[in-house]
C-alpha cells in the first residue's frame, strides 16, 4: 500500500491561500502511483473554500473540521482538529505539509512531534534524487543553502510561500468529507479576540510585487507614492525595521531578519539603505530593483536593477509608467 501525503490547507478571508496549492504541487510531485493524497481545512463557513481545494486534491479526500470555535486559529484547537483528520487516515507513513506561514510555523513541530517523526522547515525547493526526495532550505538569512532528506521519508515539511509552482485543479476532483470537530477537554489558552492590525489588500508574504520603504520615505504620508505605486501592480507595501523604527508604518509591514520572509517576484526597495537584517528577508527575491539617492548604498550590491535618484521623482514616474503601459 502506497503512503498519504496530507496538506494542511490555510484560507484568508474565506478563500483558499496560494501557499496551500504550492503545498500541494508539492505533494504531487513527490508522490508516485499508489500514493494517495488528501487535504485538511480547518475553520468555520468553510463550504467555498472546501469545494474550491476539491478541484486540487485529485481524487482524494477534503477533511473538513467545521466549527465556530475554529473560526480563527488557536493553537491548541487546531492541533485537535488535524489530528483528528490524520486519525481517519490510513496509518502508513505519511508526509504531511504546510505553508511555512505563523500556523504552519506553530502546527508544524505539533505534528511532527504526534506522528514521533522529522521535520524540514521553510522549504524553497524539492528535487528527486533516485529514490530520495531532497528538500532544500536557506541556512543563515539566505547566504547558504542545505538539503535535507527524511528519514523512511516520512515527516512533516512547511513550504516557503512563492517559491514552489501552485497546484492546477486535478482530471479528478476530490472528495469533501465533513469530520465531527471535537473541542478538547479542557484548554490551557483560550483566544478572546483578534485585532487586526494591517488589512493589506494583498498578503505580503504571498504578493507577486512587492514595493518596500525605507527611512528614505520620510514620513507616513510619503509612504502613499509607494502605495499607489504598489496598487497598480497589485502587489503589496512592505518596510524596513527603520521606516517602522521611526513610526512611518506598523511593524506588521516589516521585512527582514526580525520581520516577515518574502521572495516575490520583483521587490521594488525605495529609500532603503540594504542593511544585512534587511537582505536576509527580501534577498531571495527573484528580481530586485533599487531606487536610492545613495550611489554607494549597499542595496545596490544585491539590486538586478538601480535607479540612482530621490525616491519621490523616480516612483511617481515608475507608477505613471506602467499605468499607461498596463492600461
Ligand atoms: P537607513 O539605513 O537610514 O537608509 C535610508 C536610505 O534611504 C539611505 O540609503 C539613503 O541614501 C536613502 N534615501 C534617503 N532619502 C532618499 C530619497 N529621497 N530617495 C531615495 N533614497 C533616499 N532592519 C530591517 O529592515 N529588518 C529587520 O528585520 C531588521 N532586524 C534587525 C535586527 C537586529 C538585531 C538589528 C541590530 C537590526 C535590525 N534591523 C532590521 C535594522 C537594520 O540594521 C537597519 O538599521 C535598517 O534596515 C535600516 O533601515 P533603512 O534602510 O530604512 O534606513
Redesign the pocket.
Known sequence: MGKTYVVVAETKDGKLRQVTLEALQAAVAIRTDGDALAAVLIGHSTADASAELARYVDGGQVLVLDHPDLSSYQPELYFAAVTQALAVLPPEPQLVLLGHTGIGRDLAPQIAAHLGCGQISDVTAIVQDGDDVLFTRPLYAGKAFEQKRLADATGVVTVRPNNLPPASPAAAPGLVVPLEFAPPQSLRTVLKDVVRKVSGKVDLTEAKIVVS??????SAEGFKVLEELADCLQGAVG???????AGYCDYAL??????KVVTPEIYIA?????????L??MSQSRIIVA????PE?P?FKVADYGIV????E?VPLLTEQFKEVLA
Open positions: 520603504g525605507g527611512r528614505g520615505v520620510k518596510a524596513s525595521r527603520g521606516a517602522c523604527d516589516q521585512i527582514g531578519q526580525t520581520g525605495c529609500g532603503i539603505s540594504g542593511a544585512i537584517q534587511h536576509a528577508g531606487i536610492n539617492k545613495d548604498a542595496i535618484g530621490d525616491l519621490f523616480v
